[in-house]
Structures are given as C-alpha cells and as structure tokens.
C-alpha cells in the first residue's frame, strides 16, 4: 500500500543565470513499511527533498501526497497540524525543549495536539529506547546518543503515517550511531513505521530495504537493497 507519493518536485532559488535548482523534477513513491535511505554528496539536494516531503517547506512546483492528502494543498494551518500528526521529524541536532524532560519532550506531540497519552505506549516506548531511568532527566544532563533517542521517540508516539530523518547520526560516535540505527530499524519493524533518512551513514544506507541516489537534485538511482 502506497504511503507516499512524491510527483514532478521542483524546489528553485535564485532567477535567471543565479537560479539554482535544489530539487529537480523529483518523482517517487514509497509503500508502507518501507525503509528507504537517500543519499547523495552534501549540496546534493537531499536534505531539501526531506523538508519538501515533510511539509516544512514549500516547492516552487509539484506534489507530495501522504496518506493519499496532497499536503500542499492545506493551508498553513492546516498544514501544521497536519505534520504533528501524521510526520515524525527527526533531526540531526534533536532539537529538544531545554526545560523540558525526557517523558515531556517525548509527549509534546500529544500535547500541542491536546491528545491524551496512551500511558502503556509510553512505558513501552521508554523501555525499548532505554530511557526508562532517565524519563525524568533534562536534555542537558543526557548524552548525544540518548538525546537522540529522545527525538525518535517523540517522532514516534503519535504513530505518524511516515518517520522522516535527517542525518540522525552525524553528531554521533561510531557506538551511538549503531544504537540509533537499531533502533530506526526497531520502530520500523515493531512499530510498522514508514522510515526515510537522509544521511552520510553508509551503514545506515545498507540497513534500508531501498536506497535513492540524489545528485544535483536528480534520482540518478533508485535500488532495493539485498
């Protein structure tokens, strides 16, 4: 069953001879379930496309149906809701409330939605990303790796129609970087997510059931892995 549907994607900048074409006539499409990584050189476009798909940014032409909802045809508004609900953002700096705990960063989405916390998802949540003794920790007094698993986890508990990650791994050592993977992996298998990641990561790219080369804005290849 098809998730999402990416369709002619153009994101341009610039006029005339300073006009640069940051996506480039994109099309794809990724079923439910799927584990896809993008890769590409930095400059590439790659991170961009993510933002397109995720409804943080606005292309300059085309469309990007999640769920079977043209999201660019939403309002603002609209379109803000829709991205608590149905996207999970994960970003390569966390992007975590400072003032606010591990359980209440996680659950942020429930509560900008007004949405009420099932308690045993939590738990659960808390428990396979190994936060259970650090629930009640600020982000400042947790390491990078666990940050991020902070972020996947309020990624995931809304169980989103689709996980979108950006470089989750670049401000990671070697052993922080393997949790993450395993664990994007885990919320792909136990939790049935849609993941997409951009990244670097090569271990990451070889972990996806598919992975989409990006060069100059371009899907110079598409390929399922093994």
Same mark, same amino acid.
């Given at each position: ?5 990416v ?25 439910k ?6 890769i590409?050189?930095s ?5 961009t ?8 940014d606005r ?24 991205r608590?609900r149905? $996207?999970? %953002? ?7 409330i400072?003032?606010l705990n591990? #359980? @209440?960063? =996680?659950? +942020? ?17 808390l428990?396979?990303?190994?936060l259970?003794k650090?629930k ?8 990078g ?12 508990i809304?169980?989103p129609? $689709?996980? %979108? ?5 670049g ?6 970087? #393997? @949790?993450? =993977?395993s +664990? ?9 997510q849609?993941?997409?990641v ?5 271990k ?8 989409i080369t ?13």
């Open positions: 069953m098809e998730i999402l549907r369709e002619n994607l153009n994101k341009i900048y610039g006029k005339g001879e300073n006009e640069v074409r940051a996506v480039d006539n994109v099309s794809f499409q990724v079923e379930g799927e584990f896809v990584a993008i590409g050189s400059g590439s476009g790659k991170s496309l993510l933002h397109l798909i995720g409804g943080v292309p300059t032409s085309g469309k990007v149906y999640i769920d079977g909802k043209d999201i660019y045809q939403l309002s603002n508004d609209n379109l803000a809701i829709f608590r149905q $996207i999970g %953002l994960i970003y390569q700096f966390y992007n975590l400072p003032i591990v #359980e @209440e960063n =996680i659950t +942020l989405p429930c509560d900008l939605d007004e949405q009420k916390v099932n308690p045993e998802k939590l738990q659960d949540l428990k396979t990303l190994g259970e650090r009640k920790h600020l982000p400042n007094e947790l390491s790796g666990q940050q991020q698993r902070v972020s996947i986890g309020r990624a995931i809304n169980s129609a $689709i996980m %979108l990650a950006d470089e989750p791994t401000n990671l050592d070697s052993k922080a970087s #393997e @949790e993450i =993977i +664990l994007l992996k885990l919320s792909n298998k136990k939790y049935k849609t993941v997409i951009i990244t670097h990561d090569e990451i790219a070889l972990e996806a059931d598919r992975i990006i060069e100059d804005g371009k899907i110079i290849k598409d390929e399922r892995n093994g």
